[in-house]
């Protein structure tokens, strides 16, 4: 049984950002990883992006980033810290609500989604940090702008964490570093460049290392979190996961929103979940659905099952597209259609790489579609922050160390309900940064299984089965973020280099394209 905390995210917006710009600036400067997350107006043709032939997909999100906007951006900057017990990081989460100054695509399914989810159309609209898309402009070195920031985020050096990332790294170059290339060969290239400590994705993680019954965000997160618990309880000789979190005081406590994640119930009945919720994370039925899609129950019902292998079947019919083209625009892409997933006793299949860096295709058989820790929950008592971003021990006892449990309701009734809705509909405004501290969470603590102790941290180190290796869905193997020698590095690409790193890099660099 997992214990309730509150992650505190800082809500970044059009009026506040260049005062938060140094806590920012620091945050990302001195962590040791650095999660991301988006939320964006549009996909586009949800079969495009699914399409068998990687390249044809990449095109197909191209096509998406180019006319659709990023709405709003999280990141948990992880700071590991020294001389602690175990594994212990410091965490700051940011959400930032963005506003695209150019024309832009948001589709009707995806406004419907977003706002069942707790978004703000009117914030983003009234308050949104302004930016423009595409290739770099001259006026973008002079102020504070979300392109400015981009760069700060490209010269820490850190490793990049995501969660199911190709969508997100698609976006993320168009809008805030330069004019996506044609080819996939030609972006990967871009990106090894772009992140030289490497880019992990969660979700290839959970498939392929830490081997989930599921692999969804939600589930992915309590599952390690839950095994991270049962670990400290337990007492045993290996690695734990500890987090702090920073007490923000004075003004700087107004932008702060505590975000609750609460202890996982244990019901006296049966346990009876969504099937479909619990394999992708989605439900036709939303709220009205009459089973359950508490993901804790979830998790337990398969603890309960560890024997039975849950397979998604192959579904030759319409009624695989059906399922497509019913669930929300945003969550579309992330669902493992027509799949089957890898059986977890096994490695994924070895990588065929193409020339440029493209995966080679299979056949359709080949295809598998925060001083005092809170007991089980691995978090510590949070630090001060200033307004200039420092960090400040806070050495008095902080009320229930900065991690406040939720008051209950009247009745055991009423909770119940109240708890049943809240699990279905994940409210709230900082959906991103709250995404953005689970994928790190569930990256440091798969690192904790890997990590040998006394060795140095660097990008291999990490976890070295995962560096640099993007989940595709609907394929067994991952896309991997390398420099073919036969590819090219983007022209847009390397006059953003001369930006970030200096003109001499650069000019090493086109020695060798």
Known sequence: MTSSIVVPVIDVQNDNFKELWPAMVLAIKTASFIALDTELSGLGNRKALLAECIEDRYKAICNAARTRSILSLGFACYKKLENKDDDTYLVQVYNLTLLCSEKYIIEPQSVQFLVQHGFDFNKQYAEGVPYLRGNYRGVDAHGINMRMLFVELLRARKPLVLHNGLIDMVFLYQCFYAQLPDKLGTFTADLSQMFPAGIYDTKYATEYELRFAASYLEYAYKKCKLDNSKSIEAGG???????????????????????????????????????????????????????????????????????????????????????????????????????????????????????????????????????????????????????????????????????????????????????????????????????????????????????????PLSSESWLPECLNKVYLSGKSVPMHIVKSTFSKSFKAHMRMMAVVWGKSVVSKVEGTV
């Open 237 to 455: 000789s290996g690695r734990h996961l500890f987090l702090e979190f920073c007490k923000y005081t004075g003004h700087l406590s107004k932008y702060v929103d505590y975000r609750p994640c609460l202890a996982g119930s244990s019901p006296d009945g049966p346990l009876n979940v969504c099937q479909r919720f619990s394999d992708y994370d989605w439900c036709p039925n939303g709220s009205q659905c009459p089973l359950s899609h508490d993901t804790d129950l979830i998790i337990q019902h398969d603890e309960k099952n560890k024997k039975k292998k849950r397979k998604r079947k192959r579904n030759s019919s319409s009624q695989g597209k059906a399922e497509v083209d019913g669930a929300p625009e945003s969550k579309q892409p992330h669902m493992e259609l027509e799949q089957v997933i890898p059986d977890r006793d096994t490695k994924p299949l070895p990588v065929t790489e193409l020339a440029d860096g493209a995966q080679a295709q299979g056949s359709e058989s080949d295809e598998k579609m925060n001083t005092k820790v809170e007991e089980g929950n691995g978090v510590r008592e949070p630090q001060a922050a200033s307004a200039d971003g420092e960090l400040k021990t806070d050495k008095e006892e902080v009320e229930g160390n900065g991690v406040s449990e939720p008051q209950p309701l009247a009745t055991p009734a009423a909770e119940k309900k109240e708890e049943s809705m809240r699990k279905k509909l994940e409210g709230g405004t900082h959906r991103t940064g709250f995404d953005a501290f689970m994928t790190g969470y569930i990256f440091s603590y798969a690192a904790t299984l890997t990590e040998k102790v006394g060795e």
